[in-house]
């Protein structure tokens, strides 16, 4: 469930300790920040109003919450691009069968999401030079536990505002293209 920040400056508690941050400049004076804070051991969660873990963005510069939501064992981190208007977080979240990436579109006064995806083997995240303008993903991901794994390709798309997938291969296809080109370079 995401949320909106109304403004309200975040108070940190003796209920919540901080266990990832990240810490962004979107120019001149303006520093954004964002953490995952996590209920201590002793604090029991309350369904609907406390959660167990949240994701808080902050204007630093302003004081103000740009952003909060509920989550689960996460990490954020900052891939270093940007994304049109805003610079991009990363949040990945492990699960039970699988994880999961979030990536949101952060700017002065609000946080978008752009992708949000689970998967059960791996996220890469490809550099410009690779694929042509933007930072993109490979994803490698199997519908079920025992299918085949299969990498898909997100970029973002300016027309859709979000990253889209924009090809696929069979992980053991990836994986001999790999292998061919390292044994060209041990030769």
Known sequence: MAVAGNGTPSTPTAEYETVS????????????????????????????????????????????????EECGDSTVSDPGFWIDRGTALVMTTKGGSGDGIRVYEVTQSDARIVLTQSYRAAVIMMPNDELGDDVGFLIVDAEHATDPLEVRRYQYSREKKQFVVTGKASFSQLMGAFKAQFKKGSE
């Open 21 to 68: 941050i990240a810490s962004f400049s979107l120019g001149r004076d303006i520093k954004v920040q964002a953490t995952i804070e996590s209920l201590k051991e002793s604090i029991p969660a309350i369904s609907g109003q406390k959660p167990r873990a949240k994701l808080v963005i902050k204007n630093l510069s302003s004081g103000r919450v740009i952003h909060e």
